[in-house]
């Protein structure tokens, strides 16, 4: 594995011109920060030595190399996920190359159906934790000497980000909300039962993804910024069966201001 990581890292070093600190997986609502990006080198998956390649509907896949703002950062644009088929070792490989190419700040972005009652379709939500319910784990196998056997995760969400975040929501005055993120295997949605039960495990939202990249990226000793555009409720009366195109299309209408958010905190932190 770590052969495979400095393999790929290599081949990325050498067509890099910059230095970035920081990397953005551009989930779902957050796709059209790409177009923001200036001084773009961008290299599709399939052209990196071994890259998973992306499969799922509304994630093309590409690395971007670029500035956002006055900042050089590394994009992931199209992520890999479990319900695909990858095995979680796959689904993180990018982040393991980012510590390679020495990226300090990660930032995450998903959607995700809300289970806190007092959320609303379209709302935002800073992750200030997560629950791992993938039933497995990205750093199972031989230990990669990044980090700990046993890495803790007291504290998996940067709290001076979070912080930094509210400020920056109360200035543009964009109304945030913070909880707990939690990730399963998919590729169902949640049942009404599946919902309650998150709910009272203390979780605010669910999805299907960003939880295995950010475990990798604790061990890889990054800091940690999440944020999820909830795209429907599961819970109280705006239950709704969500389907990927009611999700894609909620995403879309809080695009601009999650995009708001993340620019400014890219560039500010
Ligand atoms: N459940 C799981 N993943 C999701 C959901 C959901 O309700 N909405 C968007 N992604």
């Known amino acids: ?20 600190e920081t990397a953005i997986i551009l989930g779902t609502g957050l796709g059209g920060l790409s177009n923001e990006i200036t001084d773009k080198l961008e290299i599709p998956y399939a052209n990196i030595p071994n890259f998973p390649i992306s499969t799922v509907e509304g994630h093309s896949g590409q ?5 956002l703002g006055k900042k050089d950062i590394i994009a992931m644009q199209g992520r890999f996920h479990f319900y695909e088929g990858y095995t ?8 393991r190359i980012f510590r390679e190419l020495g990226i300090k700040t990660l930032f995450v972005s998903n959607a995700s159906g809300g289970c806190n009652p007092a959320f609303k379709v379209g709302d935002l939500m800073v992750l200030t934790d997560h629950i ?9 196998g031989p230990n ?16 001076e980000l979070i912080k930094k975040a509210d400020a920056i929501a109360k ?23 599946e919902y309650n039960m998150f709910r009272l495990w203390g979780a605010d939202a669910v999805g299907m993804s960003t939880v295995p990249e950010v475990i990798v990226g604790v061990h890889c000793g990054m800091r940690i910024f999440g944020i999820s555009v909830i795209t429907d409720m ?14 894609q299309k909620a995403a879309a209408l809080v695009e601009p201001k999650m995009m708001t958010l993340m620019r400014e905190m890219i560039n500010r932190s």
Request: aromatic fraction near 10%.
């Open 63 to 67: 690395l971007i190399f670029g500035k």
């Open 234 to 247: 599961g819970v109280g009366e705006d239950a709704v069966e969500a389907s990927h195109e009611e999700v």
């Open 171 to 193: 200035e543009l005055n964009i109304e945030l909300q913070h909880g707990v993120y939690l990730a399963t295997k998919g590729p169902t949605f949640e049942t009404p039962s």
């Open 88 to 95: 979680l070792q796959e689904v993180t490989f990018p982040i």
């Open 132 to 140: 791992n319910y993938i039933l497995d784990n990205p750093l199972c």
């Open 144 to 159: 990669i000497p990044y980090g700990p056997r046993f890495p803790g995760m007291k504290e998996v969400y940067d709290k």
């Open 1 to 20: 594995m770590l052969s495979k990581i400095q393999e790929t890292a290599a081949f990325l070093k050498k067509k890099m011109t910059t230095q970035p």
